[in-house]
Every structure is written in C-alpha cells, then in structure tokens.
C-alpha cells in the first residue's frame, strides 16, 4: 500500500485475478448466453438479467475497485470503459465517475441501513407470487410459458385464506388488480427506505443492484457475492410460487401446506442470516464512497 493509500498491482498481480473472476462467472452466464442464442428462456435463472439492468458481460468484466491502481500495457484497456482514469502510466477508477450518482449513492445507503435496523418480517410465505397470478388464468399469468401447478381457484384459496404481507414495492407493483387491494401495506418507491426489511427475498436480492449500480468503483468480488445470494433468492421465489418449477431441475416448497410453510420458513432464515453479513459489508463499501467523495469537495 502506498503513503496515499492506494494499491498498485503489476499486470502479474491482476491478470491472475481478472481471470478467478472470469471463471467464476462463466458457469453462471454460459446458460443465458446460450439460452438467448435458442430464443429460450428460464424464469428462474434468467430474472436476474431480466429484471436488472447489468447484462453478463457488464458482469463478466472484472473491476478492482476504488482505490487500486492497475499497471501495464493491457490496464490501457480499461480507458476505454467509463469510471476510469489515468494514474501516469497507470489506470484507476476514478471517483469523479460518481459525482452525478450522489443521489443513487445516499438512497441506496439509506434503504440498506434502514433494512438491518429492522427485524426480520416471517411468515409471508413468499405469496407475493402468488398475488401476481391472483385471479388470472394460465394464459395470464407474466410467465405464461411456465404451467402453474395449482388450479386458480386453489391459488385464490391459499392467498385468502394466509393474508398478504408484502413490504417491497417491486414485487408489490406486479399484483393482480384483484390482489392489490389485500396487502396489509401500501408499498410506494417513495416509502421503499422506511418498509424494506431483511425477511424479504426482494430485499435479498436488491443488495446485487445496490452493488453493481456502483461498479467499478465496488470490488468485482463483492458484485459477485451479492449476485450469489440474488441468485439463492431467486430460486427459494420460485421454489415457493405456484408455478410449477420442475423443468428447471428444482422441487416446489407447496407453501399451501404446513410441511411446505416450515421448509419456507427454514430457506427464509437461511438467506437472512447470508444477507445479513453482506448487507453490512456492502453498506460499509458504499460508506467508504461517500466519505471519499465527501472529502474531494
């Protein structure tokens, strides 16, 4: 480290970690790429890419982080990516890339501070997909190319007769005009700050934008972490929904019965006591953005 705090790494020192990256991320976009190339799709695998904005090359690529100095004749080719810059004959991000992301940066430290101030929400029993499907027909429902695997009626019943809980607007917002009006709360972007809590799967899986909204001034390692547990989410989503997932190799935890209620519960705490040290880290990080940033004005 030198007097100013920076890391410099010759190429013989980074190149071997771009390529750990690299290999850790094929495995996980090697199926989408290939999927895409067939017109197919999987809703489980692929929401992540779906849903947020990062597409698996952004993810693929490998970033150092804030405050590491890249050396060598190949680091050259990181000027061509936006959020570097020219350290002499050196390249490191540059935190002048987050000065219009000032906003982005206090929401998003707000939204993760407030979440762990909270106790965990349990039993909602991830209905919040089921609220999605509330009311419709197979032929309705958003992945219709994806057979439910309970009757609608059934799914009526269930969502009726357990209630809805759901604190996150961006699985809020996708409910039936049906099932809306049957949610306990009344989730708004505006409010997301002050009812995000850390039972949500939702909330699990929104650590993964929290950190690739601020790459590459984040580590590429953390993106990485937080995109595992977006992907462990995910799955335990569409494990409990009502759409029936054994296509895709995995088995429904039938949420509609007490065994499947208490498998729910056990992947519920599993990923809250994962998202919990990741959650603090990743506030820390973006902690670290803002008193550097902070100090530069």
């Not at 849903?51 to 690529?61: C, D, E, F, H, R």
């Not at 002499?88 to 929401?107: I, K, M, S």
């Not at 995109?227 to 759409?243: G, H, K, N, V």
């Not at 809250?272 to 004005?297: C, F, H, K, N």
């Amino acid at each position: 480290m030198w007097p100013d705090g920076s890391v410099h790494l010759t190429e013989e020192q980074w190149h071997p970690l771009a390529r750990a990256h690299e290999d850790r991320v094929r495995p996980l976009i090697e199926g989408r790429l290939d999927r895409r190339s067939r017109g197919e799709a999987n809703a489980v695998e692929d929401f992540l890419f779906d849903y947020y904005p990062y597409s698996p090359g952004k993810l693929a690529t490998w970033h150092p982080g804030l405050g590491v100095v890249l050396h060598g004749t190949s680091a050259r080719a990181y000027l061509a990516r936006t959020g570097y810059r020219a350290e002499g004959d050196a390249v490191t991000a540059d935190l002048a890339w987050l000065e219009p992301r000032r906003a982005r940066l206090d929401l998003a430290r707000r939204i993760l501070s407030g979440t762990a101030s909270r106790p965990p929400m349990t039993g909602c029993f991830a209905l919040h997909e089921w609220a999605m499907v509330y009311g419709l027909d197979q032929e309705q429902v958003r992945h219709a190319y994806l057979p439910l695997r309970l009757t609608p009626e059934e799914i009526t019943d269930t969502v009726d007769e357990w209630g809805l809980r759901c604190t996150h607007i961006d699985a809020y917002r996708f409910f039936t005009e049906q099932a809306s009006p049957l949610n306990a709360l009344r989730p708004t972007r505006e409010t997301q700050p002050e009812l995000d809590q850390p039972g949500c799967l939702h909330a699990a899986m929104d650590l993964y934008k929290y950190a690739f909204w601020f790459s590459p001034l984040l580590p590429s390692d953390l993106v990485m972490d937080c995109f595992a547990l977006a992907a462990q989410a995910r799955e335990i989503d569409m494990r409990a929904s009502p759409y029936d997932v054994a296509p895709f190799g995995l088995e429904s935890i039938r949420i509609e019965t007490a065994e499947g209620r208490r498998e729910y519960g056990e992947a519920q705490r599993t990923l809250i006591d994962g998202a919990a040290p990741l959650r603090e880290r990743l506030g820390m990080a973006l902690e670290v953005l803002d008193r550097s940033t902070s100090a530069r004005e």
